[in-house]
């Protein structure tokens, strides 16, 4: 049962470095966009940031290496990392729609604010 999700071993070298600088990509997305929320979070007013930017292209980088890889290695069969990918996409959307609405929100206190 647990064989069907196990996965494929890269042996391409280039892939392999491949998906090395999209993971790195990633992580480096994701440190940068946690520092921020970390250290800068009375600052943080909307979705639409640099460390955002970098988090979500990273994202978006592996899964394209990751279904590229796929397809040039014809390992077409459903693994852990998609539905990974699909969760992650989803809370993404939802970061989104979390930070839009609040950004906006803040935006009109200021400008309705006589003070």
């Known amino acids: 049962m647990f064989n069907k999700l196990s996965p494929v071993v890269i ?3 280039k892939d392999r470095k491949l998906f090395i600088i999209a993971m790195l990509w990633f992580f480096i997305g994701a440190w940068i966009d946690s ?7 009375d600052d943080i007013e909307t979705f ?3 460390w955002h ?3 979500y292209s990273g994202y978006a980088f592996s899964v394209l290496v990751a279904m590229y890889v796929k397809n040039k290695m014809k390992d077409y069969k459903f693994d852990v990392g998609v539905l990974g990918a699909v969760i992650f996409g989803v809370g993404g959307a939802s970061d989104a729609v979390w930070h839009t609405p609040w950004s906006i929100f803040n935006v009109g206190l200021c400008l309705y604010n006589k003070t």
């Open 48 to 50: 639409f940031t640099p």
């Open 53 to 55: 930017g970098v988090l």
């Open 35 to 41: 520092s921020a929320h970390t250290y800068l979070i």
């Open 11 to 13: 042996t391409d070298e």
